[in-house]
């Protein structure tokens, strides 16, 4: 179950200003190590270091990989790949400098006409399978946290006895408590992160 808090824009200068928008209320991060254990609990004849090292190896091949310009695909999961973020070079090749464009990485300067195509390389995880956006909005289940269930209560003009925002309904529908879709992302602790819709 995935647990919703309310946040309001401030940002008065926005087109979004006052309104409420839902974040993912993340409960833990889980490392390596935790994943083992808990995939060990599978009834696994695999134990929890056997499991922790190949994860471990994984993440280490995965990383190789990209680097080496190819894609790893996770079924189900994610396909990881490197992304550069480029520079915007106005020439290939600048005559007055004698310089060209290069692949490389590095800071180009106003004055610059040409030089390091990259500014920087990104790590890209692209949903896939059952991890696509459709397939999450299908399986996903919301519920309010306590305290965004309190302030739905409050603004009807309750007061005590607040739902717990708990029996959402499959498919990224509302819950019992007029849950809503989110995009999730965000960060530790219900961080903001989440996408809020443009406002045209």
Not at 124 to 135: D, F, P, S
Request: charged share 20%; net charge negative; proline share 2%.
């Amino acid at each position: 179950m995935i647990e919703l808090y309310l946040s309001q824009n401030k940002n008065s200068k926005s087109a979004a200003y006052g309104k409420f928008y839902p974040r993912v209320s993340y409960k833990q991060t889980l490392n390596i190590h935790d994943m083992a254990v808990h995939m060990a609990e599978h009834n696994t004849p695999f134990s929890e270091g056997t499991i922790e090292g190949i994860l471990r190896d994984f993440v280490k091949c995965t990383r190789e990989q990209t680097l080496m310009g190819n894609t790893v695909k996770v079924d189900n999961l994610a396909i990881f790949k490197v992304s550069c973020i480029g520079n915007g070079c106005t020439k290939l090749y600048d005559a007055d400098a004698d310089k060209t464009i290069t692949a490389s990485i590095g800071v180009l300067k106003k004055t610059d006409k040409t030089g390091p195509a990259v500014g920087s390389l990104k790590l890209l995880a692209q949903a896939t399978g059952e991890y696509t956006r459709e397939e999450l909005n299908k399986d996903g289940r919301l519920s309010w946290t306590d305290k965004a269930a309190e302030q739905i209560l409050s603004a009807k003009g309750g007061t005590s006895n607040a739902p717990s925002g708990n029996g959402g309904t499959t498919g990224g529908g509302t819950t019992g408590n007029g849950g809503s879709n989110t995009g999730g992302g965000g960060d530790n602790g219900g961080g903001g992160g989440d996408d809020e819709p443009d406002e045209n």
